[in-house]
């Protein structure tokens, strides 16, 4: 019986050992860390992204003011990964969307 605890509790250990290293992993990998390198624009860099990839589902990001409103949500969507959701955006466009947005999302 007492064989039997001990299997059973490092059963329980290896177990809750392997969710919460699973959990570490799955929130590092995910968020995105941008190279912010060039000047970004709004008309050029993150409007085109943001009208091919956003406004199909999100008819509230169609205008500058409206997505400069939802900037840091939209920030934070696009770091972690949630969103575009069914799909993914690559680097590049990630950087023109997010620089955009760390350089105070400007009208330019
Ligand atoms: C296929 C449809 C679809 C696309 C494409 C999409 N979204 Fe979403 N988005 C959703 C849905 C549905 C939700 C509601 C939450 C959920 O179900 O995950 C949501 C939620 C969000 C939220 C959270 C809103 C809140 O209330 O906090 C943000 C921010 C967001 N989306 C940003 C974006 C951005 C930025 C893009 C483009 C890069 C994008 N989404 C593309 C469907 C979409």
Redesign the pocket.
């Known amino acids: 019986m007492k064989k039997l605890m001990l299997v059973l509790s490092l059963i329980v250990c290896i177990f809750s050992f392997a969710v919460v290293s699973c959990k570490k992993t799955s929130t590092s990998s995910t968020s995105y860390t941008p190279t912010c390198s060039s000047v970004k624009s709004y008309s050029i860099d993150a409007r085109p ?2 009208q091919s ?2 406004v ?3 008819s509230s ?1 169609s205008t500058y003011s409206q997505v400069s409103a ?1 900037a840091s ?2 920030r ?3 770091v972690n990964g ?6 993914t ?1 690559t680097s590049a466009q990630k950087d023109n ?1 997010v620089c955009w947005i760390d350089a105070g999302a400007p009208n330019n």
């Open positions: 992204i943001i990839s956003c199909g589902c999100h990001y939802s949500s939209i934070s969507s696009i949630t969103m575009p959701k069914g799909s955006l969307i």
